[in-house]
């Protein structure tokens, strides 16, 4: 670790538990390393193309690497998939662990471990990589579910860089009662709201309850046709951004052919800023994923149809 430059900034994933652990704990190995704290930036996923200003030193976890940030001075610690070779950059990368247990092996290093950080980071592990047959998978996605309530930087005001803070909060109990009530509502509401964006792809609208939850239900519901399944997010200013899920590995090479990427069967995008609307975004998807002549008129027809049934 001792060739590792000291960062101006660490840049992290905004969106979820793995991007807000692995950030916080490369803030921890900075402070070991070099005695500062060193500010952590949450961006959205693919952000380079926007980034205003590249600092000539930085550290960057759980966001995937790209040409763009292939910077001598820069180290990237992610596990998505990908088929850039870095050239001038430090990336560490391993597809089978989260972000946040390769950060925390570089933090073992200098010796920055614990029990309750071993803990965070294996409940972590088992939320991001969504290892649903684990039998802490539950209460992992309570603690997932934590950042996706309160998102990143209210919980990072919350408790700061002090990580072990997390571990058994009492925001828990609450995590779980949305768990256990919300959940099977909102699954419900999404299996009546399922658009078709081709004839092998279908948006989930969605209201209340884990997203994440109820779209690996509806994928191992041998009654949904779809092989992946689309949800989308937009803040008040921001773009409307795209997830993507499947079973056998098609949504990675969906979110390609959008701009995204992630992995084979947990992928994403951020949609043109043209595309304002939910709506808007069904009706894109369905042009650049099965652009068939007469096929826009079509869209258009269905999905106002669904936006007026759903309510929206």
Same mark, same amino acid.
């Given at each position: 670790?001792?060739?590792?430059?000291?960062?101006?900034?660490?840049? *992290?994933?905004?969106?979820?538990?793995?991007?807000?652990?692995?950030?916080?704990?490369?803030?921890?190995?900075?402070?070991?390393?070099?005695?500062?704290?060193?500010?952590?930036?949450?961006?959205?996923?693919?952000?380079?193309?926007?980034?205003?200003?590249?600092?000539?030193?930085?550290?960057?976890?759980?966001?995937? /690497?790209?040409?763009?940030?292939?910077?001598?001075?820069?180290?990237?610690?992610?596990?998505?998939?990908?088929?850039?070779?870095?050239?001038?950059?430090?990336?560490?990368?391993?597809?089978?662990?989260?972000?946040?247990?390769?950060?925390?092996?570089?933090?073992?290093?200098?010796?920055?471990?614990?029990?309750?950080?071993?803990?965070?980071?294996?409940?972590?592990?088992?939320?991001?990589?969504?290892?649903?047959?684990?039998?802490?998978?539950?209460?992992?996605?309570?603690?997932?579910?934590?950042?996706?309530?309160?998102? /990143?930087?209210?919980?990072?005001?919350?408790?700061?860089?002090?990580?072990?803070?997390?571990?058994?909060?009492?925001?828990?109990?609450?995590?779980?009662?949305?768990?256990?009530?919300?959940?099977?509502?909102?699954?419900?509401?999404?299996?009546?709201?399922?658009?078709?964006?081709?004839?092998?792809?279908?948006?989930?609208?969605?209201?209340?309850?884990?997203?994440?939850?109820?779209?690996?239900?509806?994928?191992?519901?041998?009654?949904?046709?779809?092989?992946?399944?689309? *949800?989308? /997010?937009?803040?008040?200013?921001?773009?409307?951004?795209?997830?993507?899920?499947?079973?056998?590995?098609?949504?990675?090479?969906?979110?390609?052919?959008?701009?995204?990427?992630?992995?084979?069967?947990?992928?994403? *995008?951020?949609?043109?800023?043209?595309? *304002?609307?939910?709506?808007?975004?069904?009706?894109?998807?369905?042009?650049?994923?099965?652009?068939?002549?007469?096929?826009?008129?079509?869209?258009?027809?269905?999905?106002?149809?669904? /936006?007026?049934?759903?309510?929206?």
């Amino acid at each position: 670790m001792s060739e590792l430059p000291q960062p101006e900034i660490i840049f *992290t994933h905004e969106g979820d538990l793995d991007g807000f652990v692995a950030g916080c704990l490369l803030q921890r190995l900075a402070e070991l390393k070099f005695g500062l704290s060193i500010k952590v930036e949450p961006l959205s996923a693919n952000p380079w193309p926007g980034l205003k200003r590249f600092p000539k030193q930085a550290w960057v976890s759980d966001l995937s /690497f790209d040409p763009k940030i292939d910077r001598s001075g820069w180290m990237i610690v992610d596990h998505h998939t990908t088929e850039s070779t870095p050239r001038s950059a430090n990336l560490i990368h391993n597809v089978s662990h989260s972000a946040s247990k390769l950060c925390y092996q570089l933090l073992l290093k200098e010796g920055g471990g614990n029990d309750r950080l071993n803990r965070l980071v294996e409940l972590t592990d088992i939320a991001d990589l969504y290892l649903s047959d684990h039998p802490e998978f539950d209460v992992a996605s309570d603690y997932a579910r934590l950042v996706k309530t309160y998102h /990143f930087r209210s919980l990072y005001r919350l408790i700061g860089s002090d990580l072990e803070r997390l571990v058994d909060h009492p925001l828990l109990a609450l995590m779980k009662q949305k768990r256990l009530v919300e959940d099977p509502i909102g699954l419900e509401w999404s299996r009546q709201n399922i658009h078709e964006v081709t004839d092998r792809v279908g948006y989930v609208a969605t209201s209340i309850g884990d997203t994440n939850y109820i779209v690996h239900q509806l994928l191992n519901d041998p009654e949904q046709k779809y092989e992946a399944l689309i *949800t989308f /997010f937009k803040k008040p200013s921001g773009p409307v951004t795209a997830s993507i899920r499947s079973q056998n590995g098609e949504a990675l090479g969906l979110a390609k052919k959008l701009q995204g990427g992630g992995h084979p069967n947990a992928a994403g *995008t951020t949609l043109p800023r043209s595309v *304002t609307t939910f709506e808007g975004a069904v009706a894109y998807l369905g042009q650049v994923l099965a652009p068939v002549k007469g096929r826009e008129t079509e869209k258009a027809t269905g999905t106002e149809a669904l /936006f007026e049934s759903a309510g929206f």
